[in-house]
């Protein structure tokens, strides 16, 4: 089951966007219907929001007066938070009650318009945002009836449209008619939510391009990483002694396949096997593998590793977990933080880069082909680096 959280101000087109994603065949789980759902008469929920707010809070019908209820905690931030207390976590639990009741080939839309407030982001597969200029917006809401003072006082309760965009994967700009954001829902629902849902349900993570392109460094894959770092610690918690971005998309300035390598630490490769149905669920899928042996440690037995992939075709990822002792965790990150640091020793490996990239089509090709440079000067030169400047592999 894909589960895809969707967020967006107030004013920025997010019902629109739902409503369509409805028609293309997701269950649309709408978090503000559960918020009245949930405190509905005679529910426990009401019952806590009385408790806290009093009886005042109610019409003469025993209803949630929710405009009374709105001058109590608009402008005040601890009594905001006190009643998303309350709120929150009794529509998470409904939004997984119905969400277990969906089959198992199910998209789910869960449509959150606080989910940078509320942290909710790593628990989904794909976290979407649509965003709409702040002067549309205002137009927007005065054509619902609210005067500007009040839009405006709306839009700014909220969480900012950067903050949005920091924890989603894909921002749906609404900057133009209905019928252009209607075409990038489609889009975005053929070319990946579709195929993201499909290699969950067959367990395989996205494959890499064979036919090979190396592109210039892109500030996004850093963003990139990061999402996927969160899902990350979300599923293995302190079992991650760490997660880091490695390989060339870690190293500004560098040409590199848009491909997102992270290594995960572990104090035991057993642990991630422990962890594969969780990870699974998460979109992540593996196998044993091992890295080339380096000059110094020949045997192969100390370059085990779990190789995982993301089943996200928009956002592929190679996920390297190795344990704290072996050579291969080291190895990934004194030859990002070499390569970081020596600007010469950067230009000369991305030279490389550029000299087997015109030779070799093939993904697979070129890497095989790098391997020699790896033996003959990056273990060896990214050593000495190590030596000469004192660098030790952080520990945690």
Same mark, same amino acid.
């Given at each position: ?133 702040? /002067?549309? !917006?205002? #137009?927007? &809401?005065?054509?619902?009836?609210? +005067?500007? %003072?009040? *839009?405006? $006082? ?51 993570? /996205?494959? !890499?391009? #064979?036919? &090979?392109?190396?592109?210039?460094? +892109?500030? %996004?894959? *850093?963003? $990139? ?51 594969? /149905? ?69 230009? /000369? ?48």
């Amino acid at each position: 089951m894909l589960n895809v959280a969707l967020t967006g101000g107030i004013g920025a087109g997010k019902s629109t966007v739902a409503k369509q994603l409805a028609e293309l065949g997701a269950r649309v789980i709408d978090a503000d219907a559960l918020s009245r759902e949930v405190v509905a008469p005679d529910t426990e929920g009401l019952a806590a929001v009385v408790s806290r707010f009093g009886p005042e809070v109610l019409t003469p019908e025993g209803a949630l007066d929710r405009a009374k209820l709105a001058e109590i905690v608009f402008d005040s931030a601890p009594a905001r938070a006190e009643l998303e207390a309350i709120v929150h976590p009794r529509v998470r639990a409904r939004a997984r009650e119905i969400t277990d009741s969906l089959p198992d080939d199910a998209i789910v839309v869960q449509d959150i318009p606080l989910l940078a407030e509320t942290g909710q982001a790593p628990g989904f597969h794909l976290a979407i945002d649509v965003e709409a200029p702040r /002067e549309l !917006r205002l #137009e927007r &809401l005065a054509a619902r009836g609210l +005067d500007r %003072a009040d *839009a405006l $006082r709306r839009i700014d309760a909220q969480a900012s449209d950067a903050d949005r965009r920091e924890v989603c994967d894909v921002v749906l700009f609404n900057d133009h008619d209905v019928h252009e954001l209607e075409r990038r829902v489609a889009l975005l629902w053929d070319e990946r939510i579709k195929p993201f849902a499909e290699n969950l349900q067959n367990e395989r993570y /996205e494959p !890499r391009p #064979e036919k &090979l392109q190396l592109v210039e460094t +892109d500030p %996004a894959w *850093a963003h $990139r990483f990061e999402h996927h770092a969160a899902r990350l610690r979300r599923v293995m918690g302190p079992s991650a002694v760490r997660i880091d971005h490695v390989g060339s998309t870690a190293v500004p300035g560098l040409p590199a396949k848009d491909v997102v390598d992270i290594q995960v630490t572990v104090v035991s490769l057993h642990i991630v096997d422990a962890f594969a /149905e969780a990870l699974g669920d998460a979109g992540y899928f593996g196998k044993v593998a091992y890295d080339s042996p380096k000059p110094g440690h020949p045997d192969i037995e100390q370059w085990e590793k779990r190789f995982y992939g993301s089943a996200d075709p928009g956002n592929i990822a190679h996920l390297h977990f190795r344990s704290i002792d072996a050579p291969g965790q080291r190895y990934a990150l004194l030859f990002r933080d070499w390569l970081r640091a020596d600007a010469q020793a950067r230009a /000369e490996y991305a030279r490389v880069k550029g000299v087997l990239a015109a030779k070799f089509d093939s993904t697979r090709e070129y890497t095989e082909a790098k391997e020699p440079w790896f033996d003959r000067e990056g273990w060896p030169r990214a050593n000495r680096w190590a030596e000469e400047h004192g660098w030790h592999a952080p520990l945690c």
